[in-house]
């Protein structure tokens, strides 16, 4: 689709600070967060703050795309940015 290139681009920003992103049906999943400890302690604040980076990121690579919601751990390790088409 027209977002794979700055999706693709938005998973190596996530892989090169820590995340270990792929993509999902969804958006991006990342299966490791950097800041997990403190995430536990104020997810709001710190998913809050990633929620706005990863927002940031889509805009700045002009996606075709932005965030819907960041879901923190879907499962046992897991967040995933859920992503929407825009129409351009």
Do not use: I, K, N
Not at 15 to 27: D, L, M
Not at 33 to 55: K, N, Q, T, Y
């Amino acid at each position: 689709g027209p977002a794979d290139e700055p999706v693709a681009r938005l998973v190596g920003m996530l892989e090169a600070r820590g995340f270990e992103p792929e993509r999902s049906p969804e958006g991006v999943a990342m299966s490791r967060c950097p800041f997990r400890e403190l995430a536990e302690e104020h997810p709001r604040v710190v998913c809050g703050f990633h929620a706005g980076l990863l927002s940031g990121a889509l805009e700045e690579l002009e996606a075709p795309c932005e965030l819907v919601e960041l879901r923190p751990w879907v499962d046992a390790d897991r967040c995933v940015a859920a992503l929407r088409s825009v129409a351009g």
